[in-house]
């Protein structure tokens, strides 16, 4: 009889595929939901999530900017800036490739019910749908 399974079902992780476009719309939601006054046990399951979702964001934000270089001018030595309208229709072509793309994403979701005294807008709780447990 293992000792550690009691601990192994401590944190209940779910791997669930996410187009990349929905961690990009959500980080402003995220942010404000972030600076929410909340529990501690449901503090540290959103501080779990939050931080394997800025992982990811800080993977689309590179991808981002390389395509910035790809597709803008060179500025001040190594920055790049999209001038024309063709290098913004391809840069937006090139992104929207990338944001349409799936990955496999574990966390904790979050009970909808332990969100109760949280307020939050009903379009930031859309966007931030994927997170919770019991939100049809």
Excluded: W
């Amino acid at each position: 009889r293992s000792t550690l399974f009691p601990y192994t079902t401590l944190f209940r992780s779910y791997i669930m595929k996410i187009k990349i476009r929905e961690i990009y719309n959500c980080r402003n939601a995220l942010a404000k939901l972030a600076n929410a006054q909340m529990p501690i046990s449901l503090s540290y399951k959103f501080a779990r999530m939050l931080k394997s979702l800025n992982d990811e964001y800080a993977i689309i934000e590179d991808q981002r900017i390389e395509l910035v270089k790809k597709h803008g001018e060179e500025i001040n030595g190594n920055e790049h800036q999209i001038k024309t309208d063709e290098q913004k229709e391809n840069f937006i072509k090139d992104f929207d490739v990338l944001l349409d793309n799936e990955i496999d994403l574990e966390f904790e979701k979050i009970n909808i019910e332990e969100m109760e005294n949280i307020n939050i807008s009903p379009q930031e709780l859309s966007i931030l749908s994927f997170i919770f447990n019991g939100f049809e």
